[in-house]
Structures are given as C-alpha cells and as structure tokens.
C-alpha cells in the first residue's frame, strides 16, 4: 500500500521569497508522482509530475519538484512566491503504468501555503 | 476542451436524508473517479470506474454510498441516509491512462454539508 506523508499542515512565507513544500512517500513499487494546487472552492489543478527520467520537474506557474528516491521524498519548490500562490498544495502517488485502469491517485493532508504582502 | 462537469455545486441536507451528485467526464476518458474530501484532509478515493465497470469501491461505505457509470460516461454518486461525518466536498475526476499520458482532471466538486 502506498502513503504519502506532507510534513507541514502550513506554511507561511513573505512574498518574492523562495518557499519549500515537502512530501515523502512510501511504497513498495515504482511511483510516478503529483503536486496539485487547489484554489478555494476549486477542483485540483495538476502543477508537475514525475514519471521517470530526469528527477527535476519543472511545472507551472514556476514551480519546480526533485525526486529523490533514496530518500523517498518529491520537495516542491519556488524560487519566488506571489500573493497569487496562496493555495493548498497536494503531494500524490500512483503506481507506475500496468495498463488501462490501473491508476490510482493517493494524496497526502496537504499544505496550505500561505503568502504574506 | 470541455473539463469535469460536478453538480450541484453545493448542498445542504438534513441528517437521514438522501442526495445525489452527478459527474460527466471528459469526452473519451475511459477511467472515473469518486474522491470525498473532508475539511483539512486530502482527497479519499471512494470507486473507480473503467468504463462502466468497478475497477476498486474498496473505501466506499457500500451500507450507505452507492455509485454507478451507466454506458461508461456520466456517474452518479448517492448517500442514502446521510450521517453528519458525510460532510465534505465530493470531487469527480477522469482520465484517459496511457504511457505518456498521466494526468487526472478534476471537477470543481461539490460541497455537501449535513445538519
């Protein structure tokens, strides 16, 4: 069974600086991985995901993951927030691709991040 | 691109009763998900439809949720009697799995609160 831990419930960070969000996960197969953003009274937006290949991801909107699978974690990252990030943020895990049908999403708590002006 | 239609938007019932959300998918995503989201947590898959058939319904409380996919495009999701735990925002999600494409799309949800 796969788990994904996020180990801040928030984080506040004064805008144009840089912010880390961080996820790890367990599971006993090869992962792919998510970061979702979701605005209020919003669905979830996808903002990056890992595959396979190299381990920094580069999504929208600016931000950037690394997955480090010794570690077992996917830290999310933005050189430079903006009022506009304020969001709750998603880490998720599905196994890798075994055919149609296969995928399956788990999330962590989230992370509410919070940009101070 | 049309994205995940969820209604309604928002509902508010009493303990005991009955509601019914409903999801049409993206045009041709073959894989529908049921997510209930409760306030400060993340999204719980509750089924997984492929096509129109139950791929896992393992954390859906069959005594009181039901879900169906008839001809494998809309779904709709009911709770019969609610409880107050119920509560939460429902989220619809569809995908079309393949190697290269691994993305899920979801709805805006739909938040049900129980009095």
């Known amino acids: 069974a796969q788990s994904v831990t996020q180990l801040d419930s928030q984080v506040p960070v004064f805008e144009e600086a840089p912010v880390e969000l961080r996820c790890n996960y367990s599971?006993?197969?090869?992962?792919?991985l998510f970061w979702y953003v979701q605005y209020p009274n919003q669905g979830l937006q996808l903002l990056l995901k890992?595959?396979?290949?190299?381990?920094l991801v580069k999504g929208i909107n600016g931000f950037e993951a690394e997955f480090n699978k010794s570690q077992t974690s996917f830290h999310l990252r933005k050189p430079s927030v903006h009022i506009s990030d304020t969001a709750e943020y998603f880490c998720?895990?599905?196994?890798?691709?075994?055919?149609?049908?296969?995928?399956?999403?788990?999330f962590g708590k989230g992370t509410k991040l919070s940009v101070i002006p | 691109e049309a994205g995940v239609a969820q209604s309604p938007r928002y509902k508010i019932i009493e303990k005991r009763q009955s509601v019914a959300f409903w999801c049409n998918p993206i045009?041709?995503?073959?894989?529908l998900y049921w997510y209930q989201q409760i306030l400060g947590q993340g999204p719980k898959l509750l089924i997984q439809?492929?096509?129109?058939?139950?791929?896992?319904d393992s954390q859906l409380p069959k005594d009181r949720f039901s879900a169906e996919r008839l001809k494998g495009v809309d779904s709709t999701l009911k709770i019969q009697p609610a409880k107050l735990e119920d509560s939460a925002v429902y989220l619809c999600?569809?995908?079309?799995?393949?190697?290269?494409?691994?993305?899920?799309?979801f709805g805006q949800g739909t938040r049900l609160t129980v009095v």
């Open positions: 599971s006993s197969v090869s992962v792919y």
């Open positions: 045009s041709g995503h073959a894989t």
């Open positions: 999600a569809s995908s079309f799995w393949t190697r290269t494409n691994t993305e899920a799309f």
């Open positions: 998720a895990v599905s196994d890798s691709y075994s055919g149609a049908g296969s995928y399956q999403l788990t």
């Open positions: 890992y595959l396979s290949g190299s381990t």
């Open positions: 439809f492929q096509n129109n058939g139950v791929v896992d």
